[in-house]
Nanobody, 127 residues
Framework: QVQLVESGGGLVQAGGSLRLSCAPS????????MGWFRQAPGKEREFVAA????????YYVDSGNGRFTISRDTAKNTVYLQMNSLNPEDTAVYYC????????????????????WGQGTQVTVSS
């Protein structure tokens, strides 16, 4: 069974940093575009960042303001989301997702582009 397993979430004070990890199990996702989404309480799931395959092009939510960095370690079959200068508005469950479909700057931000999803990891930023 294919799974995406997120880790690295937790409680952090405003201004702090966290690094989320996504380690697929069951298969390699080295040739997939990987994305991060988040869902805050009472809100819809929204795009945060993605890294494409091939090419490794990165995409970010505009509200990230340069605070988020997505990267992948192909040897470890792991994707990371480094989050800096966190604020309470970043509080959400963060989900890792994967797609084997071709992407562009528009579809990479769409939920239904992705066929594989993790269970999510909670990020809570206190003020």
């Amino acid at each position: 069974q294919v799974q995406l397993v997120e880790s690295g979430g937790g409680l952090v004070q405003a201004g702090g940093s966290l690094r989320l990890s996504c380690a697929p199990s069951g298969r390699s996702f080295s040739s997939y575009t990987m994305g991060w989404f988040r869902q805050a309480p009472g809100k819809e799931r929204e795009f945060v960042a993605a890294i494409s395959w091939p090419g490794g092009r990165t995409y970010y939510v505009d509200s990230g303001n340069g605070r988020f960095t997505i990267s992948r370690d192909t040897a470890k079959n792991t994707v990371y989301l480094q989050m800096n200068s966190l604020n309470p508005e970043d509080t959400a469950v963060y989900y890792c997702a994967a797609t084997g479909a071709p992407v562009n700057s528009r579809v990479v931000r769409i939920i239904r582009t992705y066929g594989y999803w993790g269970q999510g990891t909670q990020v809570t930023v206190s003020s």
